[in-house]
């Protein structure tokens, strides 16, 4: 992502992280939560090893590092890059929760995953933002709550006291 497209989407101090199996996935996941800091966006390649050591992959790693995610909360989108095609496979991913999904070998992929990055993240920054005023708003809607009940009491106060001035002829 060039250094304009960061500037533009507050991108300047993003960092990465690495794991190249379901263990070391799961490892960098739980110490995010640890931290409690979850990853922004993750990248996810289905196909991982169960170790570092080993070299056959399989597509339920990838399945099972998405579902400990999810279930950790430990990232708040997650964008699956795959050579897999399977339909029934894609659909999965999608209800674990990814927000998007590039197949590897497409024309512009590297163009195309900037791309989905940046949705991504801007969808990430929407929802925080959104997050937060609920928040904010929540904490404050007590004190509007007391401020409109004390304005009412003094309104119905006032008209009490102008009607009865009014009765007595003062």
């Not at 708040?76 to 070998?105: H, M, N, P």
């Not at 005023?133 to 009491?153: D, F, H, S, V």
Request: net charge neutral; charged share 30%.
């Amino acid at each position: 992502i060039s250094e304009q497209e960061k500037a533009l989407h507050g991108l300047e101090t993003f960092r990465c992280s690495k794991a190249r199996s379901l263990s070391t996935a799961k490892a960098s996941l739980d110490q995010a939560i640890q931290r409690g800091k979850p990853y922004d966006i993750m990248l996810l390649d289905m196909g991982l090893p169960i170790n570092d050591d080993d070299k056959r992959e399989d597509k339920q790693n990838g399945l099972e590092v998405l579902l400990h995610a999810m279930s950790k909360r430990a990232t708040r989108a997650t964008i699956v890059i795959s050579v897999y095609r399977d339909y029934a496979l894609i659909i999965e991913a999608f209800r674990g929760g990814v927000v998007d999904y590039l197949l590897k070998g497409g024309d512009n992929e590297l163009e195309m995953l900037q791309k989905r990055v940046l949705a991504a993240w801007d969808q990430v920054v929407e929802r925080e933002t959104n997050r937060i005023l609920a928040e904010r708003l929540n904490t404050l809607i007590p004190y509007a709550e007391q401020g409109l009940t004390y304005r009412l009491i003094r309104m119905c106060c006032q008209d009490e006291c102008n009607d009865g001035y009014s009765r007595n002829g003062k």
